[in-house]
């Protein structure tokens, strides 16, 4: 394969450049540089014309031209692209400015029930200080509205009307935390807002998009009649996040065993529902026996017709946007009797993707999208020929695991950076997902299609019940083997892109045999081992005492070499919340023995003691003031270097504290409530106390 064979991949490379350097840049650019660039190609295009004859060095020249327009373009569409950058966008309005100004909005997304709130997406059309000053806005806010009635009912095209100073979202308050900020960040989202009953008002209905009016209104009656179908709550989850994108019903169990297997690819609609759905209506197509060219064309019409429909009804993330884009190219090629090559069909895709929505490029489902069908074009030949099994049931089998292997190989070192975990049977979850999925698929399909049919339609869900509940089953086992998911793997993002090189050169070295390129990963592969060699060393010493962000609750957590004690509240106890705080700060520490603990609980170690709220680490003293603390009183305070206010004490002064204890620095957790914090942190401030506020600042690591 030649350049010339893969020309969208030469325009993407350049093209992805730009993208890349506006995230990294963003507006720091200057336009005299971008103006003064755009002259030096004027120049140069006028000087290449000047030439009578195009040789080599003429094209060349063309070329590199041409590169730096792509890598202007991707800059350019970036910046178009951000809402910020609007001179209308509300937050030009704010100006950083605390002011509970008036919005009119219209509800952009589906509504997402949760325990205390609704969460929608508003889009901002209006904005002003008051009725009188209402001026035209642009931009997005996630909204949370406060539950009760009212807020149940609102639906997408929904116009209302609220009062509200929307928030910057925040960075992660704990450190190697899920980054909420960059997520939002990728769909062009940047702040949100608390919609208390009394602030806001639904004043219309019906706007929007006509088009996602009937698609939501289609997917909520499809989803009720695989509710009727599927009684049992596991299927039903996993058969409305297969058929219709709709992952809201998924339980914490069900997700971590798909994850775990390496399976969770299936509960996300992606290519692979695509190459099941383009097989299943390319197998039905065939019983028409038509071969001229103008059924051809109707064909390929109603094919790319069911194709977007059902990218669009699930939702059209960026792995189903990515496959519609490439088997549009591929049936049009078709169509046209033209030879199609499947790399520069995936480049031509990720290419108009991209200058749709550049902001795609930063979507963990378009990477992971990409690199996988990478890995499956390029290696999954190579693996499966390294085998012939003359059975037919083995031979399935094998295929199915050369498919597993190509796909986890591509997608290994990004894997391993955003979800630090490895799972070991994915081949064995592949076979099965292999052998269900696409069944699933057809049978699914086929009863919402004749859902209205009363005899046909229970057949249907009986047999789709049966398939679903033995995927789950064999997914569960599967979670249930020994050795399962390997945990705790943590890259830096220079870490991840090196092992890609290492990966990429082992591969070209396997495939090709020259043994002048093994000099790179064998390099690369010494430099890396040593780096972690260093990391861990670091790790063996590391003394740490953390104090995390935790809403409503205390979580502390003591570092010594690779063990960790963790004390917390009881109500915290089997509570998720610990682990989104706290997890991928140890798995970065390298923390492999971990204890928990409740506050009142004693501990005594080496290096440390902790017995009734107070503990000493190593040289450094915490003790913890509580409500309790109120009623005590001493003539001899105890001196300590950390006091960590906990659970909420109604103290009148600050001052009342100093009966108990003479301390160096105050802390104040998320177990104390917002607006006592920012008394007592306004009195520190006129004493000269030195404070710490968790809530606020984020996690406060104290290296001892």
Not at 36 to 62: D, E, T
Not at 417 to 432: D, E, K, M
Request: aromatic share 14%; hydrophobic share 45%; charged share 10%.
């Amino acid at each position: 394969m030649t350049w010339q064979q893969i020309p969208f991949l030469r325009l993407l490379i350049p093209f992805l450049s730009g993208i890349i350097s506006y995230h990294w840049l963003g507006t720091a650019v200057p336009w005299e540089i971008l103006i003064a660039i755009y002259a030096l190609l004027l120049g140069g295009i006028f000087l290449l014309h000047l030439k009578p004859k195009p040789n080599v060095s003429v094209i060349r020249g063309w070329g590199m031209l041409l590169s730096i327009l792509l890598i202007q373009a991707g800059y350019f569409v970036s910046y178009a692209y951000d809402a910020r950058n609007s001179p209308i966008h509300f937050d030009q309005f704010l100006n950083g400015k605390a002011t509970n100004s008036l919005y009119i909005a219209t509800i952009d997304s589906p509504i997402k029930l949760n325990a205390k709130s609704i969460k929608a997406t508003l889009n901002l059309s209006i904005q002003g200080s008051n009725i009188k000053t209402l001026t035209p806005c642009t931009g997005k806010v996630i909204a949370y509205f406060q539950l009760d009635t009212n807020s149940t009912k609102l639906q997408y095209g929904d116009v209302i009307t609220f009062h509200a100073t929307p928030q910057t979202l925040s960075p992660p308050l704990n450190p190697k935390a899920f980054d909420s900020r960059a997520y939002y960040a990728t769909q062009n989202i940047y702040h949100q807002t608390y919609l208390p009953s009394d602030q806001w008002k639904r004043i219309g209905s019906g706007q929007g998009h006509w088009l996602y009016h009937f698609i939501y209104r289609l997917r909520s009656q499809l989803l009720q009649t695989l509710k009727i179908h599927l009684p049992s709550p596991n299927e039903y989850a996993v058969a409305s996040a297969l058929l219709l994108g709709a992952k809201e019903e998924l339980n914490q169990a069900l997700r971590n065993a798909y994850a775990d297997t390496g399976a969770m690819h299936v509960l996300a609609v992606s290519g692979l529902h695509i190459g099941i759905l383009v097989g299943l209506l390319s197998f039905l197509f065939s019983f028409i026996r038509r071969s001229d060219v103008r059924w051809l064309r109707i064909k390929t019409l109603l094919l790319l017709t069911l194709l977007w429909s059902f990218a669009l009804l699930t939702g059209a993330s960026a792995s189903v946007l990515r496959a519609c884009t490439m088997f549009s190219f591929v049936l049009i090629g078709q169509s046209l009797n033209r030879k199609i090559n499947t790399y520069n069909a995936l480049a031509a895709s990720a290419f108009v993707l991209l200058t749709i929505n550049p902001l795609m490029l930063f979507q963990v489902g378009f990477q992971l999208s990409y690199l996988a069908l990478i890995g499956i074009l390029y290696l999954y030949p190579k693996i499966y020929k390294r085998c012939y099994i003359e059975n037919k049931l083995g031979d399935w089998l094998w295929n199915g695991v050369a498919l597993s292997l190509a796909a986890q190989i591509a997608t290994l070192p990004i894997s391993l950076y955003y979800f630090h975990q490895f799972p070991t049977f994915f081949w064995l979850s592949g076979i099965v997902v292999a052998a269900t999925a696409g069944i699933i698929l057809s049978v699914g399909i086929a009863l919402l299609c004749f859902s209205w049919v009363p005899l046909l339609s229970s057949l249907l869900g009986y047999l789709l019940y049966g398939f679903l509940f033995l995927m789950n089953s064999l997914i569960f086992l599967i979670q249930q083997l020994p050795g399962a998911v390997w945990e705790g793997f943590w890259l830096e993002s220079w870490e991840m892109w090196t092992w890609y090189i290492v990966l990429i050169s082992t591969v070209y070295l396997l495939i090709h045999r020259q043994l002048k390129v093994a000099i790179i990963p064998l390099t690369l592969t010494i430099l890396l081992f040593g780096y972690h060699a260093m990391i861990d060393y670091q790790q063996i010493q590391q003394r740490q005492l953390c104090i995390y962000h935790s809403r409503k609750s205390t979580l502390i957590s003591y570092l010594n070499g690779t063990k960790a004690i963790t004390w917390m509240d009881s109500t915290l106890i089997g509570n998720p919340q610990v682990q989104y705080a706290q997890q991928n700060h140890l798995w970065s520490a390298g923390i492999s023995n971990h204890q928990f603990h409740v506050l009142e609980d004693s501990v005594q170690r080496n290096t440390l003691y902790y017995k009734q709220y107070k503990g000493q680490f190593r040289q450094h003293r915490l003790s913890l003031y509580t409500p309790k603390h109120l009623h005590h009183h001493s003539h001899t305070p105890l001196e300590v270097d950390y006091l960590l206010i906990h659970g909420n004490p109604k103290l009148k002064s600050i001052q009342q504290i100093e009966d108990l204890f003479f301390y160096k620095t105050l802390i104040f957790d998320a177990s104390n409530s917002r607006w006592r914090i920012q008394q007592w942190s306004k009195e520190c401030q006129k004493l000269g106390i030195h404070f710490i506020d968790v809530s606020t600042q984020g996690a406060c690591i104290i290296d001892l």
